[in-house]
């Protein structure tokens, strides 16, 4: 199978590559560095041409309100491509919760992208993965202050990155979806303890204070970004992640 993998140079492109690879089908990288670029189209109908499924990987460069205009226009190159090139197969990799967030434009922004493929003419997937545990260091940043960290208590399920490149790519391989899979890391905790689990395994002497306003996630209300009940659960431990 010739999959073309479009962020194939990210860190969850990279493993998707790999892994398809690695199973025995053709995974071929292509980002702006390979020469192609989703907004303004050029090379994609070559990147997308004799390939059987199209797995976008691709990420807004902002989280404010310009990501609608990103994956509007970038989805809709996309799937003319796709489309031109007969591709049987589309997915994309979302966020858990993500149409349950309204205040968050980038969460908005990926919704969005949802709706442009589910109305598309390609048959599709569409993986949800909760927040990844790679993402923690930039989580803490956001609301660092001095040696200060604040952090609401939203419920998060961190997912390792590995886990969800394998997920990703068993989906491509396969038939089509047409639908939602949800994934998540088999742990729940409130972001506030994280924050200080994590600070605490990489020896950070930075403190962590609960605020429930602070950061993007304080957008998040209840158990929104927690697997829902039909969700697949990923192996790896955030604990064992950290170590």
Not at 50 to 77: C, E, W
Not at 117 to 131: D, E, M, N
Request: overall charge negative.
């Amino acid at each position: 199978m010739k999959c073309a993998v479009v962020g194939g140079t990210g860190l969850i492109g990279s493993r998707v590559v790999e892994n398809l690879n690695a199973a025995g089908h053709q995974a071929v990288p292509h980002a702006l560095t390979t020469g192609v670029d989703i907004i303004t189209g050029q090379g994609l109908d070559a990147a997308v041409e004799g390939a059987d499924v199209v797995i976008n990987l691709t990420n807004s460069p902002t989280f404010d309100d310009a990501s609608l205009a990103f994956f509007q226009t970038s989805m809709d190159n996309l799937l003319a491509a796709s489309e031109k090139g007969r591709v049987r197969h589309f997915v994309i990799l979302s966020i858990v919760g993500v149409d349950q967030v309204p205040d968050l434009d980038y969460y908005r922004a990926k919704t969005l992208q949802e709706n442009i493929l589910k109305a598309g003419p390609i048959p599709y997937s569409i993986v949800r993965a909760t927040q990844f545990m790679e993402f923690m260091d930039a989580t803490l940043a956001m609301t660092t202050d001095g040696d200060t960290v604040r952090l609401p208590r939203t419920p998060v399920q961190p997912i390792a990155a590995a886990d969800v490149s394998a997920i990703v790519a068993e989906v491509a391989a396969g038939s089509p979806l047409n639908g939602v899979l949800n994934i998540a890391g088999p742990d729940v905790y409130p972001l506030d303890e994280l924050g200080r689990l994590t600070l605490t395994a990489k020896g950070d002497g930075r403190s962590v204070v609960t605020d429930n306003s602070a950061g993007m996630f304080a957008a998040a209300h209840g158990d929104v970004l927690t697997a829902p009940n039909d969700a697949r659960i990923a192996p790896t431990h955030y604990t064992d992640w950290l170590s």
